[in-house]
T-cell receptor
Framework: AQKITQTQPGMFVQEKEAVTLDCTYD???????LFWYKQPSSGEMIFLIY??????QNATEGRYSLNFQKARKSANLVISASQLGDSAMYFC???????????????FGQGTILTVHP | EPEVTQTPSHQVTQMGQEVILRCVPI?????FYWYRQILGQKVEFLVS????????KSEIFDDQFSVERPDGSNFTLKIRSTKLEDSAMYFC????????????????FGPGTRLTVL
């Protein structure tokens, strides 16, 4: 079974500052993928960034980077130079890869609400 | 840019009634999913679908639920006899692949259908 834990119900950051959203996971799968999604108040789910369990480098996508520490089973999202439009709910999710225990199912954490102050 | 679409955006129904939620996945995607999100809670997996059959389903996806791909473009979720606790946002998602060691196989989500059961 897979489990994702996001321990920060809410986070606040000043505009233009960086913020880290925490995510820890637990799985028996050897190969897996980790994802972050953004959910603005309008409700849609927007894919942000992906990290494969065998990727040696941390993933980056523009202002988003993923601080992946496999031994600690953590996959924290770092948002640099926060913007007002970054205010949203952020979900960490994981998926077993081929040969794993599921067929693409995403398991989500509880989410973190990020508020960016001007 | 291709996107997943869902209709209706909001559905209100009486307890015990049948509802059908519709989704049009991205055209070259092969894997389709339904998730739900009860207000203020995390996103939960319901079912995955590939090659015209269910590949995985969760405990939530009981006999009251069914999925269908009636033609080459639509993907539907049917709830036969709705209960109050079925009130939630229902997301459809699709992906090119369900996993990849070298790629992402990320799931693209539709905007959701908010189901309200009275």
């Amino acid at each position: 079974a897979q489990k994702i834990t996001q321990t920060q119900p809410g986070m606040f950051v000043q505009e233009k500052e960086a913020v880290t959203l925490d995510c820890t996971y637990d799985t028996s799968d050897q190969s897996y993928g980790l994802f972050w999604y953004k959910q603005p108040s309008s409700g849609e789910m927007i894919f942000l960034i992906y990290q494969g369990s065998y990727d040696e480098q941390n993933a980056t996508e523009g202002r988003y980077s993923l601080n992946f520490q496999k031994a600690r089973k953590s996959a924290n999202l770092v948002i640099s130079a926060s913007q007002l439009g970054d205010s949203a709910m952020y979900f960490c999710a994981m998926r077993a890869n081929a040969g794993g225990t599921s067929y693409g199912k995403l398991t989500f954490g509880q989410g973190t609400i990020l508020t960016v102050h001007p | 840019e291709p996107e997943v679409t869902q209709t209706p955006s909001h559905q209100v129904t009486q307890m015990g009634q049948e509802v059908i939620l519709r989704c049009v996945p991205i055209s070259n995607h092969l894997y389709f999913y339904w998730y739900r999100q009860i207000l203020g809670q995390k996103v939960e997996f319901l079912v995955s679908f590939y090659n015209n059959e269910i590949s995985e389903k969760s405990e939530i996806f009981d006999d009251q639920f069914s999925v269908e791909r009636p033609d080459g473009s639509n993907f539907t979720l049917k709830i036969r006899s709705t209960k109050l606790e079925d009130s939630a946002m229902y997301f459809c998602a699709s992906s090119e692949a369900y996993s990849s060691e070298s790629g992402r196989g990320e799931q693209f989500f539709g905007p959701g259908t908010r189901l309200t059961v009275l």
